[in-house]
């Protein structure tokens, strides 16, 4: 898995304001972490004050994903770039 690879198998938008950072476009499809990157990736989760939700983190080539998995069980996901990934995580407290 690859941010390339991530990039086109499923939709995307751009989050504002936030260069390398974009948004999964179709959250109503619910789906998870896993579904999106498989098992192959190595996912870390985090609870910190700077985000209500879990942060649910996975590094890639060229990037990683972020995603926030709220109580009622729902996720929203970021995919990220290099520099956008290491921005986010440094934003959330979280060390790589």
């Excluded at 939709?11 to 998870?32: D, H, M, Y």
């Amino acid at each position: 898995m690859n941010f390339d690879q991530l990039f086109e198998a499923f939709e995307w938008r751009p989050i504002a304001k936030c260069e390398g950072r974009f948004v999964l476009q179709n959250a109503s499809l619910n789906l998870t972490f896993r579904d999106l990157i498989g098992d192959e990736v190595e996912v870390r989760e985090f609870k910190t004050e700077a985000a209500r939700d879990i942060v649910i983190v996975a590094r890639f080539d060229g990037g990683g994903l972020i995603s926030y998995r709220r109580e009622d069980g729902s996720c929203l996901h970021t995919l990220n770039t290099d520099e956008g990934f290491r921005r986010k995580l440094a934003e959330l407290g979280i060390s790589e």
